[in-house]
């Protein structure tokens, strides 16, 4: 799977029907006495959420996936092979209607198309490892003993139940991610749907059910906004859930570990970043590192944990490089008409607003794009010169459509600005020098560098996850499973 999104964005989705329907909850019990209806970005009512408005059922929940984990556990690979491939079939049956409820969350058709067959492709490479993987070690004869008949081995051991929670952003990439991870490491998954795409986790766990994962082996919830942390506290500090897994922001990202850490429970956190596409001198083709650099920060109006944030330029090529991003950011607004998208909430686009309103008070200057400070959900993409350190834009996420272009003197401390900043989720660097740049991709803290390759960038096969702020631990491919399962040493004298 290329999960690089498409250059250039098609057109915006085709208008629809919303059909106002329930989203359930999916367990055994789940109550259906309390409900939040969420809004498309233009305000419009999408569907009946059904929620929990408590903590009550938590406890069952949690004893039931355990025995449902011993059950997925017993499960042969052949069983769960057949499982997969009917997971597969079930997704291909619902295409548009995963495309669709993407769409009416504000994705524009690309993202959602995106999301769809990234997917299929994830899905794909788990169902491989199944089968492939080994189940463990033997390691040699142990050292202090000299019988040949004593026998070592390490087995890869799934941790148990896992409450799974995914961000709405690529709702349903997140989501599969999330299940798929401890599902075929051995789990039972308790899935936490965000309040800004419950129907597509439902429609994903209802696929899973449907296509023959038994029983309570996953399970979902949902909750609105104001009852998240007491949901998810509980579910958390249930001794049934063995571990968590996290993708969304490093505010509520922290605040999970606190909580897990408290109870000693391990957890994945992805989370948000600061990702800089740092641009050589020698670089072969400047104008195609600015825009494809542009592209990467403002693909789903930003709302991307790595969407570039920062262009680092050498001092020597600011000036020509400013004018010629300023030419290719204006053509892009005029004919990308997927930017003239909203954000999905207010409170989204109003984060960005407040950081560019106080960058350009500052002394940060607007090279491209227009700032509308009314509140609404509206966020024209912006390009802003002239930042620095101690300005907010410069070091937090904005997760909205605006980069900044930053000098830098030399190669010898690009990488130091780079690692001054809290995150380190991604980073690119264009360059015609494939050899300097990895030299100086090891000088760079982050979980991924990719050369003469933009900062969205995740494949199957290959490891994703970040460092300081924006988390640890990994998810895909191998690296994924692992995460969900640990070393057992048995031994055996006969």
């Given at each position: 799977m290329n999960c690089v999104l498409p250059l250039r964005a098609s057109a915006v989705a085709r208008a629809h029907l919303r059909r106002v329907s329930t989203v359930p909850m999916i367990f055994e019990g789940a109550p259906t006495d309390h409900h939040f209806i969420p809004t498309s970005p233009a305000g419009e009512p999408l569907h009946k959420v059904l929620a929990l408005k408590d903590t009550r059922p938590v406890a069952e929940l949690c004893e039931r996936a355990t025995k449902a984990f011993r059950l997925w556990k017993a499960t042969s690979v052949k069983e769960k092979l057949g499982i997969y491939d009917n997971i597969l079939r079930q997704f291909e049956a619902q295409k548009n209607e995963l495309i669709d409820a993407h769409v009416e969350i504000g994705n524009p058709m690309y993202m959602a198309e995106f999301n769809y067959y990234g997917t299929l492709d994830n899905i794909r490479h788990y169902?491989?490892?199944?089968?492939?993987?080994?189940?463990?070690?033997?390691?040699?004869?142990?050292?202090?003993?000299?019988d040949a008949d004593e026998i070592s081995m390490v087995v890869?051991?799934?941790f148990g139940p896992v409450l799974s929670i995914a961000a709405w952003n690529a709702p349903l990439i997140l989501a599969t991610r999330a299940i798929f991870a401890p599902l075929t490491a051995g789990c039972s998954v308790i899935v936490k749907s965000s309040d800004l795409s419950a129907r597509i986790s439902y429609l994903t766990v209802q696929a899973l059910l449907d296509a023959g994962v038994p029983k309570d082996v996953v399970t979902l919830v949902h909750c609105e906004s104001a009852k998240s942390k007491e949901v998810v506290d509980a579910l958390i500090a249930?001794?049934?859930?063995?571990?968590?897994?996290?993708?969304?922001?490093?505010r509520v990202g922290s605040e999970i570990a606190a909580v897990a850490g408290k109870h000693l429970k391990p957890v994945l956190l992805e989370l948000g970043g600061k990702n800089c596409s740092i641009i050589l001198d020698d670089v072969d083709d400047l104008e195609n590192a600015l825009r494809t650099s542009l592209w990467a920060s403002w693909a789903h109006k930003g709302q991307i944990c790595m969407c570039t944030d920062l262009i680092f330029v050498s001092e020597k090529n600011y000036s020509q490089a400013a004018q010629m991003l300023q030419k290719i950011a204006t053509q892009t607004i005029a004919n990308d008409e997927s930017l003239a998208m909203s954000q999905r909430t207010a409170a989204h686009a109003e984060t960005g607003k407040k950081l560019v309103s106080e960058a350009l008070q500052q002394g940060a200057k607007l090279l491209a794009g227009s700032l509308d400070l009314s509140a609404t959900n509206q966020f024209a993409p912006v390009v802003l010169t002239d930042v620095r350190p101690e300005m907010k834009v410069y070091t937090t996420e904005t997760f909205a459509p605006v980069v900044c272009l930053v000098k830098y003197k030399d190669v010898a401390t690009v990488a130091d600005q780079v690692n001054a900043l809290d995150y380190g989720l991604k980073c690119s660097i264009w360059t015609s020098q494939g050899l300097a740049a990895y030299k100086l991709a090891g000088q760079i803290d982050c979980g991924s560098v990719h050369v003469n390759r933009p900062t969205v960038l995740d494949e199957p096969h290959l490891p994703h996850g970040g460092t300081n702020k924006s988390g640890f631990g990994r998810f895909n491919s191998h690296w994924g499973v692992s995460e969900f399962q640990y070393p057992k040493l048995v031994t055996v004298k006969p």
């Open positions: 169902r491989s490892i199944l089968d492939t993987r080994p189940a463990g070690t033997m390691p040699v004869r142990n050292v202090n003993s000299g890869n051991e799934p249930n001794r049934n859930v063995k571990k968590v897994n996290f993708t969304g922001s490093t």
